[in-house]
C-alpha cells in the first residue's frame, strides 16, 4: 500500500506590504531585502483573521472537493496558536461543520510540526487504509519592530489530505531525523513576538540539514542523484538557496549555481511573497513547486528538510503521482496572492502594535477580511469565528 498527500491547498492573509515600504522607512537600501535575502512581500492580517480563518479557509478548499467522509482525525500544526488549551483545530472542525466522530489536535514544534503531524498522519493511515486525516499547518510569522527578524515576517496555511494510494504525492517510508536542545529562535509564553540569535539559527539550520541528510543516507534513503527536486523550510527564501548550497556540497554533488538553482527554484515563488509561514512554509513551497515547475514532475522523487528551531528537525521523501497538475489550483493560488490588499508601512506597524494592546480584554473586530472566514472578537475570554456569507 502506498500513502501520501491526495490534495493540497493554500490560503494567506488578505492584506500585503512590499518590502520596499519597509526598506524606505528604515533608510536602506530594498536591495537588502529582495535579494541578500530574498523576499519581495509579506502578508499582514486584518485584525479580523488569524490561524484559525486562513487554516480553515484552506481546509475548506479540500473538504468542497472531497467531502468530509472518511476524516476521523484533524491535526492543526502551528507556533502562532491562539488558546493555551484548546486546539485551534477545534475552531476550524466546527467552522466546516466536520463530524463529531473526528479526533482534533494541535501540534507544536516551532516550523517543524507540520511534518510531525503528516508522520503521525501516514501512521494512523498505515493501521486502516480507510481512515482519511486532515493536516492544517497555518502560522502568522511575528518578531518585535525594528529587529533583524522584521523583514522575515508573514502568514499562510496549508491544508492537505493523507490517505492510501494518493493521488498527489506517495510518501516514502525512510526519513533522517535530527533533534538537539538549543536556543536559536523561542517564544516564551508572555511574549506574542518571537525571539530569535539570528546568525546562529543560520548556523544551526544548516547543522541539522546535515545531521538529518546524514541519518537519511545511513537508513538505506535515495542518492543525492535519484531526486529531482528539493524543498526546504524557507524562514526566507535565501535559506533554501543556502541550505541547498550545503546540501549539494555535503552530498558531494558537482553541480554549478544554476544547476543548484534549478532544483529549488519553483519551490521559492510563494514564499517569496507569502513571507515567514513558519510550519507551513515548506508546504507552501511544496505547492509552488508543483505549481510553477515548468517541468512534468510526474514520477519524479522530492526530498524534502523540514526544520523547526529549537531544534527538530526531518529529511525525507515523496515521489510525484501521475495526474497531479490536474489537482492543483494554480490559477486560484496566484490570483489569492494578486488580490491582496497593498498597505502602506504606517498602517502596517500600527496593525503590528496593535496585536498586544488587545489582550486580556473583550473586543469586537471590524469586518474587513475578504475571505471565507472572519474572527470577531472575544467575549468572556471566548474567541467567536464567523463564516462571511
Ligand atoms: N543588496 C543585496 N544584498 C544585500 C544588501 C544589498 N543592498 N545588503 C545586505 N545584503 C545581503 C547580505 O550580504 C546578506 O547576504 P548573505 O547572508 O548571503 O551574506 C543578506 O543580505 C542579509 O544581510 P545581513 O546578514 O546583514 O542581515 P541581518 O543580519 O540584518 O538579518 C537574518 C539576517 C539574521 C537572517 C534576519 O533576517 C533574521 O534574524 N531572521 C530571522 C531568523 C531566521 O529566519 N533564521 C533562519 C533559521 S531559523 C528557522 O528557520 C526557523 C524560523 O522559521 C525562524
Given amino acids: 500500500m502506498t500513502i501520501g498527500i491526495s490534495d493540497i491547498a493554500f490560503a494567506t492573509a488578505h492584506q500585503v506590504l512590499d518590502l520596499q515600504q519597509l526598506a524606505d522607512a528604515q533608510g536602506i537600501d530594498v536591495g537588502k531585502y529582495y535579494i541578500g535575502i530574498g523576499q519581495s512581500e509579506m502578508s499582514v492580517p486584518f485584525p479580523d483573521e488569524d490561524i484559525v480563518t486562513m487554516g480553515a479557509d484552506a481546509a475548506a478548499q479540500i473538504i468542497a472537493r472531497h467531502g468530509a467522509d472518511g476524516i476521523r482525525t484533524l491535526l492543526f500544526a502551528t507556533e502562532s496558536g491562539i488558546d493555551q488549551s484548546k486546539s485551534a483545530g477545534v475552531f476550524v472542525h466546527g467552522l466546516l461543520g466536520l463530524g463529531e466522530h473526528c479526533r482534533v489536535v494541535e501540534l507544536k514544534q516551532a516550523c517543524y510540526s507540520a511534518t510531525a503531524a503528516l508522520q503521525f498522519a501516514l501512521g494512523i493511515v498505515a493501521r486502516d487504509a480507510s481512515e ?30 493523507v490517505t492510501a494510494d494518493p493521488a498527489l504525492l506517495e510518501i516514502e517510508p525512510v526519513t533522517g531525523l535530527h533533534t538537539d536542545d538549543i536556543h536559536d529562535f523561542w517564544r516564551p509564553n508572555y ?143 496566484a490570483a489569492t496572492l494578486d488580490d491582496r490588499v497593498a498597505i502602506a508601512h504606517a498602517r502596517y506597524r500600527a496593525l503590528h502594535e496593535a496585536v498586544d494592546a488587545v489582550q486580556g480584554s473583550d473586543y469586537e473586530t471590524a469586518a474587513e477580511t475578504p475571505g471565507p472566514y472572519r474572527f470577531a472578537g472575544v467575549v468572556d475570554h471566548v474567541r467567536r469565528y464567523e463564516t462571511r456569507g
Fill in 132 to 161: 482519511k486525516v486532515l493536516v492544517i499547518a497555518s502560522d502568522v510569522a511575528r518578531y518585535a519592530l525594528d529587529t533583524s527578524g522584521e523583514p522575515t515576517q508573514g502568514a499562510a496555511a496549508v491544508a492537505f489530505l
Fill in 191 to 333: 511574549l506574542s513576538t518571537a525571539l530569535v540569535d539570528g546568525k546562529y539559527s543560520l548556523a544551526a539550520y544548516l547543522g541539522a540539514l546535515e545531521g538529518a541528510w546524514t541519518e537519511y543516507q545511513e537508513r538505506g534513503g535515495a542518492a543525492f542523484a535519484d531526486i529531482a527536486r528539493f524543498c526546504y523550510h524557507q524562514p526566507f527564501t535565501k535559506m533554501a538557496v543556502k541550505a541547498h548550497d550545503r546540501l549539494c556540497k555535503v552530498a558531494g554533488a558537482e553541480l554549478d549555481k544554476e544547476q543548484r538553482l534549478a532544483q529549488i527554484a519553483a519551490s521559492l515563488q510563494m514564499n517569496r511573497r507569502t513571507g515567514n509561514s513558519y510550519t507551513a512554509s515548506i508546504y507552501v513551497g511544496l505547492l509552488s513547486l508543483l505549481e510553477r515547475d515548468g517541468a512534468d514532475l510526474a514520477g519524479e522523487r522530492i526530498g524534502f528538510f523540514s526544520y523547526g528551531s529549537g531544534s527538530v528537525s526531518e529529511f525525507f521523501t515523496g515521489v510525484v503521482r501521475p495526474g497531479y497538475r490536474e489537482l492543483l489550483r494554480t490559477a486560484r493560488d
